[in-house]
């Protein structure tokens, strides 16, 4: 296949064009994320938010564009195999000194699958993995920025230090107390390392830009001593005089990965080189997978791509099976899970029993806001993927049944690529972290009984953070709609997150009424509902007997909810949020906070 010559004359061309394309997108994305550091230094918050929204929409508008270029100039998609096989490889060599050659890589795959329409691709003329390192790149700009800075401290000029790395993002706003933030972060770091013996090689690394979202900056680095490293992150915020304080000082894998959660918008940086970053940030976290670190880094698209490759790897190199995932079944999604695999795979029925009055686009729209709202940290995020094929012989014979029984318009069983395994082919589906689901979680606790003080602290815990999760969402602005059990998860560092989004609404589109009272004692007696509902009517005092059967359950959770169940709750929220009020994210516990943020809370 590997052609002799690269003989045929349009192929630089088209594949200079789509380069183009790529550099333009990629300008337009790092202007919108550099932006964000005058946002945030002029406390623009409802337009960092936006920003990020729309900011998530450039890749596909990108594609798009170029793909009519290429059609109109250079009739690109009847253009022959022998020359997109050509078009590949000048492509990857115009890449060789490319400061984002695998985000390029990717948007090559994108235009080129829009072009040639998938029945018609295969592999050899896309990316299936990375034709060029994305090792040890350097922009050769005489005024680039490197990824990272390091300094040297002594132990006795920390705080100097310190200083010197804060004034290095010449951040245009005065902080409120500097030295006293300062102060506060060495006593924080004091403990962790109280026990060093300092080596030779002391130092800090700090990541050249920092890491905005809503209305924080985010300072990331590490520490090393020696063959030692300590990951680190001070989140900078704004006080009421729109001075800067640091709020917090966050330390070890665990706090990076809060912060960096599947579960939160994605970070606003300038970067040159992404992959720079990503290496970086993966040697703080190195058990987040990289397509997670991308996807926070707002290249969501190369996050989807890296994904899949990990998926169809690990899929060729384990042998169970796929199974309907654990837990009580959807009305709406169908959904199932490989064990050795941590994420499950969504698919939308073809039909929903009568109580769920909703449409396939309805839904679909749902996720799409999930996708560009504030995720706070508590909905998980989605990948979308169309015509996916998985092979047959994978899914477990009950998970077939299902797919047949509910979603047949979604699947076709084929062997598509002729290699003579049958494959299952989806045509739409959702794939998100996997989580226990928050009922399972609880029964675990309650079967351990909850005499046994684990089993009670596991309960008492997901019980309030279930609570907390609700006001996040609602101070975001989000009614989550089906507030069971079941359709939240807990992640793995014990925090509740939602994840079933086929009935969330904006806060400010709902009417949190109280129930009226009775009209008669037939009213009174009467288990129905008998007043006049709206569409989007909600009656906070009766969401008790579908949640607080368990009076264990009710217990904790009236100790530290009951507000929940009023009416005047929402509504008090749905104003601030009408007024303006863009709310705090704190992407770590509010016990971490320095005392001077924590007084104003
Ligand atoms: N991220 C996840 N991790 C683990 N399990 C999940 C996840 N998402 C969904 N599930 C499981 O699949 C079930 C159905 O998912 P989901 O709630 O999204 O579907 P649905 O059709 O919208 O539900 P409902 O009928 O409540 O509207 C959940 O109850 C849970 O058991």
């Known amino acids: ?43 623009d918050w409802h337009g960092q938010q936006r920003a990020q929204r729309e900011r998530i929409e450039f890749y ?27 078009v590949k490889l000048h492509y990857i060599g115009l890449l060789v000194a490319h400061c984002q050659p695998e985000l390029a ?3 090559f795959n994108s235009v080129t699958t829009k072009i040639l329409h998938r029945t018609h691709f295969h592999n050899d003329f896309i990316f299936v993995r990375p034709a060029v390192s994305t090792e040890y790149i350097e922009s050769q700009d005489p005024g680039a920025r490197p990824s990272y800075r390091a300094y040297y401290p002594q132990p006795e000029s920390l705080r100097e230090t310190l200083a010197q790395v804060i004034a290095g993002f010449e951040l245009q706003r005065p902080f409120e107390d500097l030295e006293r933030d300062i102060g506060y972060v060495l006593a924080a770091m004091q403990p962790r390392i109280a026990g060093f013996k300092l080596r030779a090689n002391f130092q800090i690394q700090v990541l050249s830009s920092l890491f905005f979202r809503n209305k924080g900056a985010y300072l990331v680095g590490k520490v090393i001593n020696g063959f030692s490293s300590m990951p680190f992150a001070l989140p900078i915020l704004h006080n009421e005089a729109g001075q800067l304080f640091i709020d917090a000082a966050l330390f070890g894998e665990d706090d990076l990965l809060a912060l960096f959660s599947f579960a939160r918008a994605y970070f606003m940086v300038d970067m040159e080189v992404p992959s720079a970053y990503v290496q970086f940030l993966a040697g703080l976290m190195p058990r987040k997978p990289l397509a997670e670190l991308y996807s926070a880094l707002g290249l969501a698209k190369q996050g989807k791509t890296l994904f899949y490759r990990e998926f ?47 449409t396939r686009e309805q839904v679909e729209s749902k996720y799409q806001l999930v996708k560009r709202h504030d995720r706070v940290g508590r909905m998980a995020d989605t990948l979308e993927y ?5 092979p047959r012989e994978r899914f477990s014979e009950a998970l077939m049944a299902e797919l047949l029984a509910h979603a047949p318009a979604q699947i076709e069983v084929s062997d598509r690529d002729g290699d003579g395994q049958q494959e299952v082919i989806i045509r739409h589906l959702y794939i998100e972290r996997r989580m226990v689901p928050l009922n399972l979680y609880l029964q675990e606790a309650f079967d351990a009984g909850l005499d046994d003080p684990q089993a009670r602290q596991q309960m008492e815990r997901s019980v309030i953070d279930y609570g907390n999760a609700i006001k996040d969402l609602v101070a975001a602005n989000i009614f989550p709609g089906d507030m069971l059990w079941k359709n939240f998860g807990v992640t793995r560092g014990g925090k509740v997150v939602f994840y079933d989004y086929d009935e969330i609404e ?10 009226p009272p009775p009209r008669c004692e037939e009213d009174e007696l009467s288990g129905e509902v008998w007043w006049k509902v709206g569409p989007r009517d909600v009656f906070p005092e009766t969401f008790a007997p579908f949640l607080l059967g368990n009076p264990a359950v009710r217990e904790v959770f009236m100790r530290h909810h009951a507000d929940l169940l009023t009416p005047q709750y929402w509504q008090a929220q749905k104003e601030r949020i ?19 943020g924590a007084a104003r809370a």
Request: hydrophobic share 40%; with cysteine.
């Open 1 to 43: 296949m590997y052609p002799e010559r690269l003989d045929a004359p349009q192929a630089y061309d088209i594949a200079k064009a789509m380069l183009d394309g790529f550099n333009r997108h990629y300008r337009l994305f790092r202007t919108e994320s550099a932006r964000a550091k005058h946002r945030f230094e002029t406390a």
């Open 60 to 86: 596909d508008l990108r594609v798009r564009e170029c793909v009519r270029r290429l059609e109109k100039e250079f009739q690109a998609g009847a253009q022959g195999m022998d020359v997109w096989y050509q």
């Open 105 to 107: 890589e990717t948007f």
């Open 312 to 358: 169809l790897w690990h899929l060729k190199h384990s042998s169970d099976q796929l199974r309907i995932a654990p837990g009580i079944k959807g009305m709406v999604m169908l959904v199932f899970d490989l064990p050795s695999f941590p994420y499950v795979f969504k698919l939308i029925k073809d039909e929903f029993p009568p109580q769920k009055d909703t």
């Open 386 to 390: 169309s015509l996916v094929a998985l």
């Open 506 to 515: 904006y806060l400010t589109d709902c009417h949190f009424r109280a129930v």
């Open 578 to 596: 009408q007024h303006g009020h863009v709310h705090d994210v704190f992407p770590y516990p509010a016990e971490r906070r320095f005392p001077a």
